[in-house]
């Protein structure tokens, strides 16, 4: 390092060397400059005092001892940060040992859980708070497969109990079967047993009545014609019993012929016109001359016949209008009365089995309410089908549908 400190008037006043460095002249100049030179760095300042202006120094400074200066402190920084390094690689190295494997290993632990396999456990291997973690985790996981355990202990017990019954259930099926056989054979033979008798019954009361016996009395005559029409009651009574378990064992035999619509209403109107003429009610009929039906001509006979003796149940006073026409390859056949009538209510119950509608104020007809049912479950094998309509208080129109042409019902 070298300095020079001028005067005001430009003269060197004094100069400094520092050793190795003598012998170096440096040319004044002008001062508040600095300036690198290769290897050095020149500054020059003016000495003032109250804004005068004493004089000038100038420096000359060697730039390797700062190099020097830099390299000793970049290795002291680098020494320092490698040490800290170090320090820092050790000490997450231990945070690892001690709080970032234990809760690896226990999410390990849960990661490979399954219901298939609750047996996993995590290893308590310390006592702090993550020992705690891993106990409480371990209880945890201990409660779960016992659950598990009896929950499918409890499920299995379910599937056999569910074989067990639906054995059962298989079986009360077979023997219901059985017994539902046994009942259509009871009935069977019931329609033999009790309708052979019942029609002797029916059979001689008439010859009697009619003095074929020997003479008769009038009160004779009064009690024989109550057991001829009890005996027709239940003679009628038994067939519509029959009827219904054959529809219901589905045992029921159509005879499907073709026959005269016409003639089958002339004969309904025949059978009704002297209970008619007694209630002095009328009965008109209107129909083409002829109505060539395909169908089972009883069991068509049976449906008017029923909706016929309805209509005459319940009407006191006016006409009963049979009608039949054919339309779209139906024949429909109506039966309306001018009748008590039936409530909108009531509509919805008039073809179930039993059903009979009550109307307070009004005495109860003989009946048993299987009329309307049976005639529906007839109607529906011919497929055909009978639907209701009335005005209570006014009258009912009862309409029963019937394809001209039988076609078998399926299904
Ligand atoms: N034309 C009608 N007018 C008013 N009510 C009727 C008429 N037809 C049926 N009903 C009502 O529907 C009920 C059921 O009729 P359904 O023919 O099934 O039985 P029932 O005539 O009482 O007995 P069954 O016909 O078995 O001898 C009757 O009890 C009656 O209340
Ligand atoms: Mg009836």
């Known amino acids: 390092m070298n300095a020079w400190i001028y005067d005001a008037d430009g003269n060197l006043f004094a100069s400094y060397s520092r050793k190795g460095f003598e012998g170096f002249a440096f ?7 600095h300036e690198f030179e290769p290897g050095y760095l020149t500054l020059s300042e003016a000495i003032t005092e109250d804004q005068d202006v004493l004089g000038s120094i100038m420096l000359r400074l060697d730039a390797r001892h700062f190099q020097r200066v830099l390299r000793r402190s970049m290795t002291t920084a680098g020494i320092v940060l490698a040490v800290a390094m170090i320090i820092a690689l050790l000490l997450s190295s231990a945070t690892q040992r ?24 995590a290893k308590i291997v310390r006592n702090d708070e993550i020992g705690t973690l891993a106990a409480s985790f371990n209880q945890m996981a201990e409660n779960l497969e016992k659950s598990h355990n009896e929950l499918r202990k409890a499920h299995d017990g379910l599937e056999e109990k569910v074989v067990e019954r639906t054995e059962e259930l298989a079986q009360a099926n077979v023997r219901l079967k ?7 054979m009871f009935i069977a033979s019931m329609s033999h047993e009790l309708r052979t008798p019942l029609n002797a019954i029916i059979g001689f009361t008439g010859i009697i009545l009619q003095g074929m016996a020997g003479e008769v ?7 024989l014609t109550m057991v001829s029409n009890s005996g027709n009651h239940l003679l009628a009574l038994i067939n519509d019993v029959i009827d219904v378990s054959k529809i219901e064992a589905e045992k029921i035999d159509l005879i499907i012929s073709e026959f005269d619509l016409a003639d089958v209403m002339h004969e309904v109107q025949g059978l009704f016109t002297v209970a008619m003429d007694e209630k002095g009610l009328k009965m008109p009929l209107e ?22 003796s309805n209509a005459m149940k319940f009407t006191d006073k006016g006409e009963i209008r049979i009608e039949a026409a054919a339309k779209d390859g139906m024949a429909e056949i109506s039966v309306a009365d001018t009748g008590r009538g ?22 109860t007809v003989e009946g048993t309410g299987l009329g309307l049912y049976l005639s529906q479950k007839i109607a529906d094998l011919l497929g055909g089908r009978i639907r209701a309509e009335s005005e209570f208080g006014k009258g009912s129109v009862f309409t029963f549908t019937l394809p001209l042409k039988y076609k078998e019902v399926t299904g």
């Open 98 to 121: 001690t709080i970032s494997a234990p809760i690896q290993s226990l999410a390990h632990t849960v990661g490979e859980m399954s219901f298939e396999n609750l047996s996993k456990r």
């Open 27 to 33: 040319p004044r100049r002008e001062t508040g400059m």
């Open 342 to 363: 039936i409530k909108e209510e009531d509509i919805g119950k008039l073809f179930r089995q039993f059903s009979r509608i009550q109307i307070t104020g009004i005495p």
């Open 287 to 308: 129909m083409p001359e002829r109505l060539a039906v395909e169908s089972d001509g009883r069991r068509v006979k049976q449906i008017i016949m029923n909706l016929v």
């Open 178 to 184: 059985e017994l539902d056989r046994l009942k259509s």
């Open 217 to 223: 009395t009038e009160e004779q005559k009064r009690q």
